[in-house]
């Protein structure tokens, strides 16, 4: 779950909310019924709820998604890195649902 200042498809994160000296940024991709929501949204706080796919900020993370007739199942794996990851590199993120914050961005 991601809070953030919506931008179309991008989310910028809140260094409030994230709690970290930089914003965090993550491209968001969704079904197109999710998506049209999100376009609605811009300029608006949003929160995200979604699954992190692998990006330039994961740490060589990879998250795989298992659906059996009743269960999913998530699993994810990495490697630790002597490089520091850099806090503005962009993530993508899968949207499973959106939740409305705030009607503007600070």
């Known amino acids: 779950?991601?809070?953030g200042c919506l931008h179309g498809l991008t989310l910028t994160?809140?260094?409030?909310?994230?709690?970290?000296a930089?914003?965090?940024v993550f491209q968001l991709t969704a079904?197109?019924?999710?998506?049209a929501q999100l376009k609605q949204h811009a300029g608006h706080v949003e929160e995200v709820t979604g699954v992190l796919k692998a990006g330039k900020d994961t740490g060589a993370t990879r998250v795989k998604e298992k659906r059996?007739?009743?269960v999913r199942v998530f699993g994810g794996f990495g490697t630790q890195t002597s490089q520091a990851e850099?806090?503005?590199?962009?993530?993508?993120?899968?949207v499973r649902s959106v939740t409305h914050v705030q009607a503007s961005c600070p």
């Open 1 to 3: 779950m991601v809070r």
């Open 13 to 20: 994160t809140l260094a409030a909310v994230d709690f970290e």
């Open 22 to 24: 930089d914003p965090r």
């Open 31 to 35: 079904n197109r019924d999710l998506a």
């Open 68 to 70: 059996g007739t009743k």
């Open 86 to 94: 850099s806090p503005s590199a962009v993530s993508t993120l899968e």
